[in-house]
């Protein structure tokens, strides 16, 4: 038995239902970093494998509200801090109702190697909550909010732990959150990024993610040899922060978008979708998709229901390149084969992990460029510690200037990416090199701050 499948089968004893998520984002690394524990002994005697895929720890507490009803309603909160070997923990939170331990911690390890890959100095974290904002009010999402913070402000600072936004916490919520955390503690500090503006929020945060999701894909094509986007039809899924600000970065450079979706349903527009219309719908009242056919007729909307259990509507159009920017395990092999018979040329993981193993390997195997999302949505992080960086110096920097960075990174990153595959043999495979890189990164400051 070889090494990489000693440890598999290793983690595989300690696999538990809720953790198999996480288990799938672990399995993927341990099979790319083979050649490097292959070349470096170093790295199974300093037993970095062992160490990394345990969290340094796991917060867990108990979240009392008042609804509007004024009666009492109790959630779970979570803060996976997992790795601080090159800074301070960084890491988004997550409201949504299938929050739970296991998909903390696949998002906690994801978000060491993205942290890692983007060069700057921030350890790996995750938090959130099975709190569902839809469908409450403002009033009570600053309530859970509020509650949230009593608890949370205890393990953060801007030297310990610096969370961000994720699904279903945009700079509303951070506000809220933000707010809490000063009546608490009276300190205005960078403790948390995604900030509104008003009170210390980087510009082109919001946007920083399905930018640079974009920034990563022009790089890797011209890398590729392949043909650049514009005038190319896209497809994107999702309809929340990352799917909309790639839509509008994708039209600004000529390419034509044609479809969307939310966990509802999915619209196929193929004039293009109407941006301004979306965020009416998404941004503004947080509404359905639906309502977008209503506005617009002669596009389509495809109701979940409506569709196979194993595929989705939103990949079955033809188009030159996918972006999923909606969840996890969204595109499946169902999907990818549609999109290979449609002829895509690349996919771009806006979201975190996407797509499913079986996707991934037909992408690869039919020669599809493939984007992985550690590298290809490490925009919003960069930008994250750049308002940490505005934040410790209380400057502020245009948006010229926010917006070249954001650029440089993604460039840098795609292109370490690239020479690390081709260091290690596997050249054209981003994820591999993604993988291998930021292991490398982390392993090293690990050994070299002991144990
Ligand atoms: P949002 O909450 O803003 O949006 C999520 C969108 O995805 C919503 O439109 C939601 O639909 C849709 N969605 C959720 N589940 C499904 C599903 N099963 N099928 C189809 N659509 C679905 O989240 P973000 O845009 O911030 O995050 C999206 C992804 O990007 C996540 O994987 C996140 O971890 C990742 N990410 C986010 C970053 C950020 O800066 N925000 C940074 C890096 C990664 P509905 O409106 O109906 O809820």
Known sequence: MGLVEQEIKRFEKRQCE???IFYQAMEEVIHSIKPLLESDDRYRRY???DRLIVPDRIIKFKVQWFNDKNEIEVNNGFRVQFNNALGPYKGGLRFHPTVNEGVLKFLGFEQIFKNALTGLNMGGAKGGSDFDPKGKSDFEVMKFCSAFMTELHKYIGPRIDVPAGDIGVGSREIGYLYGEYKKITSRYEGVLTGKPYMFGGSLLRPEATGYGVVYFTEAMLELEGKEPLKDKVCCVSGAGNVALHT??????IGAIVVTCSDSKGTIYDKRGVDLELLKKIKEVKRGSLEEYAKYHPESKYIPVSEYPEDGHAVWEFPCYGAFPCATQNELTDVDATNLIENGVVFVSEGANMPCTPEAIDLFLSHGVCFAPA???NAGGVAV???EMSQNASMSRWNYEKVDEMLKTTMRQICKRVALTAKEYGVEGNYIDGANIASF???ADAMINEGI
């Open 440 to 442: 490398k990164r982390i």
């Open 374 to 376: 550690k590298a290809a």
């Open 18 to 20: 809720e953790d198999f």
């Open 247 to 252: 839509i509008e970065k994708l039209q600004a």
């Open 47 to 49: 037993a970095i494998l």
């Open 384 to 386: 994250s510690e750049f």
